[in-house]
């Protein structure tokens, strides 16, 4: 069955320094991928999203996820964070048929350390 | 554009009791979406249309909820009779096919809590 791993429940970076999340996604082939951000109170809002071509994808925000096939990851960075960027992020899956169903992963939520 | 529209925004109510939750997507847009998130289950994806038709409803967890779409922006969903564990954030979200690229862009949520 298709699935969507973000290993991190739950990470504290300081303001200021690099942020790696990770999702790893279980699929036959290779999946449109997305990043999705939820501010307290509120919606999902889309940072970036893959479908084919350059495996790095910039996104807003000055966020940017990287694709690898070899390992089935999907990878989301900031090089400096800022308070702002406090949230809950998840990563989501779709296949390429029926592309409009997403699958979601647990989602890992971001502290920030002033 | 205003976005998903979702109403109300917060919902208690007591259990036995029938709540519905509205959505308005956003003007143009040919798929809707209802979710369900819990600090359990996380987001879980109920129901879809595509055109006012209803495509998938294997994630509606008991004949209780029901969803319609009238018509292109309107959708509800109904749970009758509700229940404690019924108690989540639920999202709606619309997306236009093709050229929007597949993003679904959601409402902010209603937050039912059921007594």
């Known amino acids: 069955a298709q699935s969507v791993t973000q290993p991190d429940i739950h990470i504290t970076v300081s303001e200021g320094a690099s942020l790696e999340l990770r999702c790893n996604y279980s699929?036959?082939?290779?999946?449109?991928l997305f990043w999705y951000v939820q501010s307290p109170g509120q919606g999902l809002q889309l940072l970036l999203k893959?479908?084919?071509?350059?495996?790095l994808v910039q996104g807003i925000k000055g966020f940017e996820a990287e694709f690898k096939r070899s390992q089935s990851s999907f990878n989301l960075r900031k090089p400096s964070v800022h308070w702002s960027d406090a949230a809950e992020y998840f990563c989501?899956?779709?296949?390429?048929?029926?592309?409009?169903?997403?699958?979601f992963g647990q989602g890992t939520r971001l502290t920030i350390n002033p | 554009d205003a976005g998903v529209i979702q109403s109300p925004r917060h919902e208690v109510t007591e259990m036995g009791q029938e709540v519905t939750l509205r959505c308005k997507p956003i003007?143009?847009?040919?798929?809707l979406f209802w979710y369900r998130q819990t600090m359990m289950r996380g987001l879980e994806l109920l129901i879809y249309?595509?055109?006012?038709?209803?495509?998938?409803d294997s994630g509606m967890p008991e004949d209780r909820f029901s969803a319609k779409m009238p018509n292109a922006s309107f959708s509800t969903l109904k749970i009758q009779p509700s229940e404690p564990r019924d108690s989540a954030v639920y999202f709606c979200?619309?997306?236009?096919?093709?050229?929007?690229?597949?993003?679904?862009?959601f409402g902010p949520g209603t937050r039912l809590t059921v007594l």
């Open positions: 003007s143009g847009h040919d798929y």
């Open positions: 249309f595509n055109n006012n038709v209803p495509i998938d």
């Open positions: 989501a899956v779709a296949l390429i048929q029926g592309a409009q169903k997403l699958v």
């Open positions: 893959y479908f084919s071509g350059d495996t």
């Open positions: 979200a619309s997306s236009l096919t093709l050229a929007g690229g597949y993003e679904q862009f």
């Open positions: 699929y036959g082939a290779t999946p449109y």
